[in-house]
Nanobody, 118 residues
Framework: QVQLVESGGGLVQPGGSLRLSCAAS????????MGWYRQAPGKQRELVAT???????NYADSVKGRFTISRDNAKNTVYLQMNSLKPEDTAVYYC????????????WGRGTRVTVSS
């Protein structure tokens, strides 16, 4: 069974940094796109950043220049380096991946909470 497991969330002061990780485990052939989404209290889930199997990235305007997404294909892991964090970045961050097992399928992690507060 394929699983995505996030780690790295926590409490950080405004202006600080955090690095999120998400590792895919289980039996599968390959991973296509990987990405991060977030959901703040009372708001809909929104895209933060994505990266395809070739390394092409896409970012939400609100995080451009502050967040960097990367992946290690050998480790089936995607990372999100978050710098210059703001209180409005507070949310539960979810890992997302399109994984090819028998057919391509979308998977979600359970989420990791990020709180930016002084």
């Amino acid at each position: 069974q394929v699983q995505l497991v996030e780690s790295g969330g926590g409490l950080v002061q405004p202006g600080g940094s955090l690095r999120l990780s998400c590792a895919a485990s289980g039996s599968f052939f390959s991973i296509y796109n990987m990405g991060w989404y977030r959901q703040a209290p009372g708001k809909q889930r929104e895209l933060v950043a994505t990266i395809d199997s070739g390394g092409k990235t896409n970012y939400a305007d609100s995080v451009k220049g502050r967040f960097t997404i990367s992946r290690d294909n050998a480790k089936n892991t995607v990372y999100l380096q978050m710098n210059s964090l703001k209180p409005e970045d507070t949310a539960v961050y979810y890992c997302n991946a399109i994984i090819f097992h028998i057919v391509p399928r979308e998977y979600w992690g359970r989420g990791t909470r990020v709180t930016v507060s002084s």
